[in-house]
């Protein structure tokens, strides 16, 4: 069975001479969420308009929850949910009104659209403050009204632009949760384009990175890790003593990329698999007495620099 609810064949969208979007195959799969990352003007925003139908393509296929965008984008505006980076909503109405306003778009008869409205309100947190006018609210606020504004339509994919944007950071982690949430409880498919690698490292399954129109690399963190770092674990122990037989121990360790002293008495180990058990035992039996072990994941701010340091030197 299928489980693809977002893919691209070849998708290519060129304005003159210029490629926005380079021949993207993407697939997603339904219960996911999906990181698109990159810098400004790496074709990001151009691939959700294509997505969405809100632009055509030039070369190429997609397909989301089985319908061709550019054929029938209103078949995919009902059943995707667009959360740009500003969310417009009219000031001197009140957040009911504005979602009521919503609901009469989309064509929900007036019964359900109260229960709808109340379900969302209550589910982004916004329940108390339904009669509040939204001119009145906070960056956060407004964000929270635009999850419960796509909401609405009860979507099965939602699509966000830079959601966190402006937020403050016990405001980003709110709303990032409410994102897991979202996708847990209701299985809801996610995209999520975005600048923050460590926002996109903490919500997001798989990440695709965008540079100059194609997607240059895509997987977990996990994976590109590995790909582009060689390791997607940093294992660091401290022991009483260094010694080159310890150093040796852990060099010999199946899955161990690199094995660095970066500071008196603490061996760094960068490795394909969490090697801690393996790493303790090695150190151990070659003579070292264990101060502190610990581990971290390797950062998705760490393969980012690293490719595009990589880039530089092939261009250089």
């Known amino acids: 069975m299928n489980d693809l609810v ?9 304005y003159g001479s210029f490629t ?70 009219y000031d001197e109405l009140t957040a009911w009104e504005n979602l009521m306003y919503i609901a009469k778009l989309n064509g ?36 929270r009204l635009g999850v419960a504004d796509v ?5 099965k994919v939602i699509i966000m632009d830079e959601p966190t944007q402006g937020l403050d950071p016990e405001g980003a982690h709110e709303f990032l949760d409410m994102i897991r949430s979202l996708r847990k409880e209701e299985g809801i498919t996610l995209l999520l384009s975005s600048h923050l690698l460590h926002q996109v490292q903490e919500t997001c399954d798989r990440v695709g990175l965008f540079h100059r129109g194609k997607m240059v690399l895509e997987g ?21 003593q260094s010694t080159p037989k310890i150093e040796a121990a852990l060099q010999s360790l199946p899955g161990a990329v690199k ?29 070292g007495r264990i101060i502190r072990l610990s581990m971290e994941m390797q950062s998705l701010d760490a393969i980012y620099t690293q490719y595009f340091k990589e880039v530089e030197h092939v261009s250089a």
């Open 220 to 240: 977990s963190v996990d994976e590109l890790a590995r790909r582009i770092l060689g390791g997607a674990y940093r294992i660091q122990i401290e022991v009483d």
């Open 151 to 155: 909401l609405i339509k009860q979507p």
């Open 6 to 14: 977002i893919e691209t064949r070849d998708l290519t969208k060129k």
């Open 259 to 287: 094995v660095s002293l970066p500071r008196a008495n603490v061996y760094e180990i960068e490795a394909q698999n969490d090697l801690r058990t393996e790493a303790l035992s090695a150190a151990i039996s070659a003579g």
């Open 108 to 143: 929900i008869p007036r019964q359900e659209a109260y229960k709808r409205i109340d379900a969302v309100l209550q589910r982004v947190g916004l329940h108390k403050l339904s009669e509040k006018r939204v001119g009145t609210f906070s960056r956060g606020m407004r964000q």
């Open 20 to 89: 926005a979007v380079d021949a993207l195959n993407l697939s997603i799969k339904q219960g996911e969420i999906f990181g698109l990352l990159g810098p400004n003007g790496a074709g990001k925003t151009t691939t959700i308009l294509m997505l969405l139908g809100l632009t055509e393509p030039t070369s190429g296929t997609v397909n989301v929850l089985g319908v061709d965008p550019s054929r029938d984008p209103l078949g995919v505006k009902a059943r995707v949910g667009y959360m740009p980076d500003q969310v417009g909503f």
